[in-house]
């Protein structure tokens, strides 16, 4: 069975740095906003490792330098507003360079942040390579949007702008909008886990499709909260959203090109660790199938992606994936359920890397590019 990720180099890879020399040698200026988050401290140390993206602008509410948020991070760079990082992408764009831009933010402040750059680049905009890694421009169906998160959508003239960015599953679409919302981090999980199952018409939509999964302390970002805080979380496991988990919309949106709409069982639970999320599904068989021949489904709908192995003989962990842009999956065929067993890390698969792989796909870089595909393996 293939493990993609073990070997040396993939198909893809191969594929991409063959093409390298036509790719173009001029670096490509970055702007960040939310630069004191989680997931933007993350963005900084992947961009150390990329060859050709390069911080131009840190966009804070705070003054702070970023090495006093990140002291992970070795470079130094004063932080800058809004309206004055808008301004420069303007005039970065307006020499025909390009320009690229993540959005690190609170769900819900991306949408204004889009809307402004729209406003301000004009006809530009389309030219700024642009990823979303909040949840506002996910769902495509403003309805399944309202129904997720119990409001309007904020900018629903922007949603078709955006691909969703989960590039195994949607790879064409990022690299043809040149603007994507990275997939949630849970989210990730469930479609990397169920898709191609579902794809290969494997699955019964009219039984329910339940999931297991445990996150770690990072998912709830920077700031300090009453559940992230050490003493209750260290040693502790507990389930929450238990009347259904905002992610479960962005998997019903990639079943419903296949005219499937299963009720989902979707139980999250918060984990004793800081970075990882472990995710246990439980799907009903449509047909007879064996653990050998569910997971060659799984492995030839992964066959090439550098970032995702599936496993044979051996279960997922979380320490294999930490720190690492890859998802490890395992395919158990249980009497008539199949189990599907997926690890990834949230900060990185689920968040920041996955963040700056789609920005590979639309800049035509190779997809690889400033990723980790190595997990810690120590604590
Ligand atoms: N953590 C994960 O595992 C994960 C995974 C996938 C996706 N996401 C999503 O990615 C986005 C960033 O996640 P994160 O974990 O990095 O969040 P975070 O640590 O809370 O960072 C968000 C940053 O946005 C800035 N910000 C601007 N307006 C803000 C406001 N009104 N309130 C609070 N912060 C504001 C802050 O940076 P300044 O202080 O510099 O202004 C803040 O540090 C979120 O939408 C999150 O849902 C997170």
Redesign the pocket.
């Known amino acids: 069975m293939s493990a993609n990720v073990g070997s040396p180099r993939t198909a893809r890879d191969s594929k991409a740095q063959a093409s390298e020399q036509a790719i173009d040698q001029a670096a490509v200026g970055v702007w960040l906003?939310?630069?004191?988050?989680?997931?933007?401290?993350e963005l900084l140390r992947l961009l150390e490792l990329h060859p050709r993206l390069s911080l131009e602008g840190a966009?804070?509410?705070?003054a702070q330098p970023l090495s006093q948020?990140h002291p992970h991070w070795l470079g130094d760079k004063l932080?800058q507003t809004s309206e004055e990082a808008v301004d420069q992408i303007a005039k970065r764009l307006a020499t025909k360079d390009k320009a690229a831009v993540f959005l690190?933010?609170?769900?819900g402040?991306?949408a204004a942040v889009v809307a402004a750059l729209h406003q301000r680049l004009g006809k530009d905009f389309e030219r700024l390579a642009l990823v979303d890694?909040?949840?506002d421009f996910r769902l495509a169906d403003p309805a399944l949007y309202r129904s997720a998160y119990g409001h309007e959508h904020p900018a629903p003239a922007e949603l078709a702008g955006f691909a969703y960015g989960l590039p195994e599953l949607n790879r064409a679409a990022i690299q043809k909008h040149g603007r994507a919302a990275?997939a949630?981090?849970f989210a990730t999980a469930l479609q990397l886990a169920s898709a191609p199952a579902a794809r290969a018409g494997l699955l019964d939509a009219k039984l329910p499709w339940h999931f297991f999964g445990v996150t770690g302390s990072?998912?709830?970002?920077?700031?300090p909260k009453p559940g992230t805080h050490h003493p209750h979380r260290h040693g502790n496991l507990w389930a929450y959203s238990l009347e259904g988990h905002r992610h479960q919309a962005e998997l019903v949106q990639c079943l419903r090109p296949l005219g499937m709409e299963p009720p989902i069982v979707f139980l999250p639970h918060s984990g004793p660790f800081a970075r990882g999320i472990h995710l246990t599904a439980a799907l009903p068989l449509a047909r007879a199938a064996t653990t050998q021949s569910a997971l060659e489904i799984y492995s030839q709908a992964y066959a090439g992606e550098a970032f995702v192995e599936v496993l044979e003989g051996r279960v997922p962990d979380l320490r294999s994936v930490a720190a690492s842009n890859r998802a490890s999956i395992g395919v158990h065929v249980r009497g008539s359920v199949l189990c599907v067993l997926v690890t990834l890390d949230?900060?990185v698969k689920?968040?920041a890397g996955q963040a700056l792989q789609c920005m590979n796909v639309i800049l035509g870089f190779p997809e690889t590019w400033g990723l980790p595909r190595f997990g810690l393996g120590v604590c």
Do not use: I, K, M
């Open positions: 906003f939310g630069a004191r988050g989680l997931l933007a401290g966009v804070s509410r705070s948020a932080t690190a933010l609170p769900h402040d991306s890694l909040a949840a990275a949630g981090c990072s998912g709830s970002g920077a700031e949230n900060v689920g968040g």
